[in-house]
């Protein structure tokens, strides 16, 4: 299930859009909307969009018409950083009876950024507290603490370690790649939040530019499942870069949820491995990513979404 970007529609220079057919063609998801994140709750679908005050909408099916129900925050999230009204990247759950809903405030470019927490008794309500950050980059509470010193701030996701309970924090993007941290059992803060046990998950450290962003966790026993998006995701207003340098979905995977997470090679994610299970295709889809999965159930199997940027309409 894919989510087309709004930026459609762009030149076709030669040599740029690959027209491989070694990838399926998308199931339409009818929204325009970057980075989606999609929950499904009582036999109804929450699509999470990442914009002013993070939008929600709902939906019956996967393929729309999506409803805008509401917005996660009512205004400025009181976080105290540039760009308030606009957060990004939004990822919910449900844990224990309540939803929560990680997003990222930054800007495109810097690692002064910041991931945020919103949390709601009932998805369809449109009443959320916003309980501010919980990770700090560059700038701001306890962001001069490994692995904040390194690392950004972004792309927030969420997964549950299987035997023991314990709830983590994926992030991260560029820089010094993704890494992963405990949380508290509330979700409301990291694990000994002075001395985070983190792990850094993917890792780019042959080259200079490392674009690995926008991590997502799932589990398929007995395999604990790390996704990210690697390449340049948008603004191709300035020309698009050589074919296979745009976005592209990779995976690995790991038995432990701490890792060490390898592809299909072998290779660690750290050493800069990386599975890639879609890419651009058919001339038509281009710099998939900014994904997430959802997990099977008595209807349907496992389901990976994301968005692209189409080239003809």
Known sequence: MAAPSDNSNPDHPPGKFSETEKYPLPNQGHLNVHDPNIVQYDSSFYLFQGGIQVLIFKSSSLSGPWTKIGTVL????????QNQTRPWAPTTVEWNGQFYCFYTVSEEGIRNSAIGVASTDSIDSGSWTDHGGLVYTEKGHLSHVWPY????AIDASFIKDQQTGQPYLQYGSYWHGIFQVPLAEDLLSVKDPEHPDAKNLVFLPEEKSKP??????????????LWFSHGKCCHFGNGFPAMGKEYSIRVGRSKDVRGPFVDHQGKQLTEGGGTIVYD????????????????????????????YRMTAT
């Open 74 to 81: 009512d205004g400025p999230t009181v976080i105290e950083k």
């Open 149 to 152: 010193t390194v690392s950004n």
């Open 212 to 225: 690995d962003e926008g991590s997502f966790m799932s589990y398929q026993e007995p395999y604990y499942y």
């Open 280 to 307: 651009s295709n058919h001339g038509v889809v281009y710099a998939p990513g900014g994904l997430g999965v959802l997990p099977a159930n008595s209807t349907h199997p496992e389901i990976l979404y994301y968005h």
